[in-house]
Each structure stands twice: as structure tokens, then as C-alpha cells.
């Protein structure tokens, strides 16, 4: 199977109830995983993007979150209802802009690469 342009690593991670972080799991990311399977099916993507459940991205604060690569992009608060924007973002090459989580800025002193 070849490389794909695209990934969509959606975290589904489960943590035991009652843990203070919570988890993606359980905010719902493994039916969002199989949904955007079926989004991306329906708009003739499977061959070029993959959605893909993944562990902990340690991004709990924000989830369920989705690392979309080689984009380098992290959406964030995911629901079931965004399922289509991103299926079409992908299509397009386009992000959703009203799910990225900004990345904090680089420590002071930290070097440049
Ligand atoms: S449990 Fe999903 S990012 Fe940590």
C-alpha cells in the first residue's frame, strides 16, 4: 500500500473514569475516527488520506484533538459535527482554521533550526 499525502492521527486513547485528564476516548474520538473513515471514502480519499487512531498525543486539555500530517497541524475540541469540515479540508488542501490549537511560542532562548 503506498504512502498517503495526508494523515489524520485521531487520538482514542482511554483513560479508567474518574482519572482528573480524562480522555479523548472518552469524549467521544472513536466513532470520530470512523466517521472521518467514511468521509473520506465518500469523497474518494482513501487512497491518498488516512485517518488513524492513535495514542495519547498529549494534548488532553484539548481534546479530542487530531494531529493532521505532514501539515503539522493540531485541531482540537473535535466533535462529530466537524467531521465533514475536515474531510472537505483535506480534499481541498485547506485547514480549518476554527479547530487548530496554536502552537505556544518557542521559550525565549530556545535556538533557531
Ligand atoms: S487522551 Fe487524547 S491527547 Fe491525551
Redesign the pocket.
Known amino acids: 500500500m503506498p504512502h498517503r499525502d495526508r494523515y489524520l492521527f485521531v487520538?482514542t486513547?482511554r483513560?479508567e473514569e474518574g482519572n482528573p485528564k480524562g480522555?479523548?476516548a472518552q469524549k467521544g474520538s472513536e466513532e470520530i475516527v470512523k466517521r472521518l473513515k467514511g468521509a473520506l471514502l465518500e469523497r474518494g480519499l482513501a487512497k491518498t488520506v488516512r485517518a488513524c487512531s492513535s495514542g495519547?498525543?498529549?494534548?488532553?486539555e484539548v481534546?479530542v484533538?487530531i494531529v493532521l500530517e505532514p501539515d503539522h497541524v493540531v485541531y482540537g475540541n473535535v466533535t462529530l459535527e466537524d467531521v465533514d469540515a475536515i474531510a472537505d479540508g483535506v480534499a481541498k488542501g485547506e485547514i480549518v482554521e476554527r479547530l487548530v490549537v496554536p502552537r505556544p511560542a518557542p521559550a525565549s532562548g530556545a535556538k533557531k533550526g
Open positions: 487520538c486513547n483513560r480522555s479523548c495519547c498525543i498529549d494534548l488532553c481534546g484533538s
